[in-house]
């Protein structure tokens, strides 16, 4: 008798509630606004000895604060609120906030976090991020680092809070190298130079006696290639990071010019010029006989290869101007994809894949824009007199050039969202042209 | 045995009676959630960060669904790399740490939903004191049955307009994370008690419009419809008597 009672309930229950789900009040709401989130970055709560090896642990947590809040500003898409004017997080808060003081600051998450510098001689750097609406965390991570590495940790902070509320990848600890301009205009001297994405960590790579032109970082970010016109002769180097040492990519007279490397870091792909013609060519990047990819009549230059590694973007002059043009991998199939009036330079494929960056030269100005690799979809992301050289950052949501000014010829470095926006200055200590962001740091 | 008629009715009662009540009973459970468990924690990190308990939410909290769980992350940054640089650098970085501008002073509060029923916007209080007079043409409320009010479409879109009509302002404030993340809607399920309040935190029970292209926005616009829910809940002036009608609904949201 029970069992039949149980299997009737068992049947029935259910039954009800289909019934009430299929008569569920449904509440269609639409809302949202194109702004920045503002967030609140106060500092850090502070654990741990007093004193450490980069100064008072209250200055470093203070420090960590101003580090993420100036990287998460340069996003765009986020406005950080503090920690200048913020009270400092309680340590009691740091899994526990009390969300009514950071929503009264006017910010709709929180950034929480405290660092301690340990018995181990590490600096741990607790990262939290709240929705001061609904009080949720939305994300944690914890990095431990040598202390004089500090604001790496700040960095990667900033990218965990950016890629929570963005839904992009992060792209704040990378470093960027780049041609360090100094001197009068015409006697400049061009260094090879390489700091952290928010120009801090400074250094020159190259002495300054030969021109240096388009630096590019290996896929792994342990090696550049470039051109140099040391010993008069415009030909491209391979620099390993590591030691210091820079070797031909062509051993040999040819003039090699704008390499770059492959998605794998196997390859580099440049430009030779033989027999009066200038032609894409392709290399190992540990050395052996380049291949030659195109024929065509012209100067065929500035390649770079599609994130999947099988197609490759150039400029080439065949048809009469600079134009761009896809090919395969092999060099088969080239076809060109630029075609709205003016000259297109310096292609560079997205690391997503569906654009590719360019210089625009028309209208006596150059200006940066982007494009489907099929061709259509032109925009230009920039407006001034001369801007040029386009380099992706890794997230392939931002386009970093170099903006020349008229008469002074001075050169400084700008980074511009891809998907619209202003372009805002990457600090350097000098001038500075042909940027290439690194890949993301592990 | 032989039992006399008394016997069997007085046997046949009290059978009845514990369908009845192993039925409520049944029914009873099936409509209350499971009560909330303690959150989990699902990121490890280095050894001393994050083993603490997590900041308290605004309703009870439960365990979280079986979805893909945050990144773990124990990459330590490795040591500097001794890049040897040729040439000393003739420009120091600053060591001191960037700047902050002037903090922009602080905006005005977040404007919050009034705890009470409110009387601002096109639509009044007297919105649902009409509905809950069910369908005008068939008379005033008392005529109804007491205990089964007419829930008519009139009262039903009276519901939505009214919980539409409290959680908008919210809704306005959530930042749009992208191209292409207006595509995604976002449907929460959302159960309260009579005085409006979530007796489990939303649960997000579907997702459509994402693509490819826009798939890296999915989490986010989750996160903002629950943001635009929570921020303007508890809800307040839904009708009593339809409670049962509202004690268990959906919201969907999209960008615009």
């Known amino acids: 008798m029970l069992r039949k009672l149980l299997t009737m309930l068992a049947l029935f229950v259910p039954g009800v509630a289909q019934a009430q789900e299929d008569d569920r009040l449904t509440v269609d709401v639409v809302g949202g606004q194109q702004a920045a989130q503002p967030v609140a970055v106060p500092q850090m709560a502070a654990r741990g000895p007093v004193t450490t090896p980069i100064g008072n642990i209250d200055t470093v947590a203070n420090n960590v604060a101003l580090v993420i809040a100036s990287d998460l500003r340069s996003t765009g898409v986020i406005t950080p609120i503090g920690p200048v004017g913020l009270r400092r997080l309680r340590d009691s808060e740091v899994t526990n906030p009390i969300f009514p003081d950071w929503q009264r600051s006017g910010a709709s998450a929180l950034v929480a976090g405290y660092v301690e510098y340990g018995a181990n001689g590490r600096l741990t750097l607790a990262c939290y991020l709240f929705d001061t609406v609904t009080g949720r965390e939305l994300v944690r991570q914890g990095y431990a680092v040598d202390p004089a590495d500090w604001r790496r940790a700040a960095h990667k902070c900033a990218d965990t809070v950016y890629s929570r509320l963005s839904g992009e990848a992060p792209f704040l600890d990378t470093r960027i190298v780049y041609v360090a301009e100094t001197g009068p205009k015409d006697n400049r001297v061009k260094r090879i130079a390489v700091m952290d994405s928010d120009g801090q960590n400074h250094r020159y790579l190259t002495e300054g006696q030969e021109t240096v032109l388009t630096p590019r970082f290996s896929p792994r970010g342990d090696q550049l290639v470039y051109m140099s016109y040391k010993g008069r002769r415009p030909r491209s180097y391979v620099y390993d990071l590591a030691t210091g040492r820079s070797r031909l990519l062509v051993p040999g007279t040819a003039f090699t010019f704008a390499p770059s490397y492959s998605p794998d870091g196997r390859q580099i792909v440049f430009s030779m010029a033989e027999g009066g013609n200038t032609d894409i060519y392709v290399v190992a990047a540990d050395g052996g006989t380049p291949r030659r990819l195109t024929t065509m009549p012209g100067v065929d230059t500035s390649p770079s290869f599609s994130p999947d590694g099988r197609r490759i973007v150039f400029e080439s002059d065949r048809s009469g101007s600079q134009q761009l043009y896809v090919m395969n991998a092999d060099g088969s199939d080239q076809r060109r994809i630029s075609f709205g009036g003016g000259q297109y330079a310096s292609p560079t494929w997205s690391p997503l894949g569906n654009l590719i960056a360019f210089t625009k030269i028309g209208g006596g100005q150059f200006r940066i824009g982007v494009m489907a690799p099929t061709g259509g979809g032109e925009r230009l992301l920039t407006s001034a007199w001369q801007d040029e050289g386009p380099s992706w950052a890794p997230n392939g949501q931002f386009v970093m050039f170099h903006r020349t000014e008229r008469g002074s010829g001075n050169a400084t470095l700008y980074a511009v969202p891809v998907n619209g926006g202003r372009a805002r200055v990457m600090p350097t200590p000098l001038g500075g042209s042909d940027p290439s962001w690194s890949p993301l740091q592990d | 045995m032989r039992l006399d008629r008394a016997e069997w009715a007085g046997n046949g009662m009290a059978l009845g009676l514990h369908v009845a009540l192993v039925a409520a009973l049944s029914l009873n459970l099936a409509r209350h959630p499971i009560p909330a468990e303690p959150p989990a924690v699902f990121v490890e990190f280095v050894d001393d960060v994050g083993l603490e308990a997590a900041a308290p939410s605004q309703v009870p909290q439960e365990a979280p669904q079986a979805t893909t769980p945050d990144p773990i992350d124990e990459a330590i940054p490795p040591p500097p790399e001794p890049e040897a640089a040729p040439e000393p650098p003739r420009a120091e970085p600053r060591p001191t740490p960037p700047r902050e501008r002037a903090t922009p002073a602080p905006a005005t509060p977040r404007e919050r939903p009034r705890p ?141």
Do not use: H
């Open chain 2, 116 to 256: 009470r029923p409110r009387a601002t916007g096109r639509l009044g209080d007297d919105l649902l004191a009409g509905v809950r007079e069910g369908n005008s043409r068939t008379g005033p409320a008392e005529t109804a049955a007491p205990s089964a009010p007419a829930f008519s479409a009139q009262a039903q879109a009276g519901i939505v307009q009214s919980i539409r009509r409290q959680i908008q302002p919210c809704a306005n404030r959530q930042i749009d994370p992208g191209p292409g993340a207006n595509e995604i809607v976002v449907t929460l399920n959302l159960r309260l008690d009579r005085r409006g309040n979530l007796i489990r935190p939303p649960r997000v029970t579907g997702t459509t419009g994402v693509t490819a292209d826009n798939q890296r926005y999915e989490q986010r616009v989750k996160d903002l419809a629950i943001a635009a829910y929570q921020g303007c809940s508890p809800l307040t002036g839904l009708p009593e008597e339809f409670y049962d009608r509202w004690k268990d609904f959906d919201m969907t949201y999209k960008l615009p």
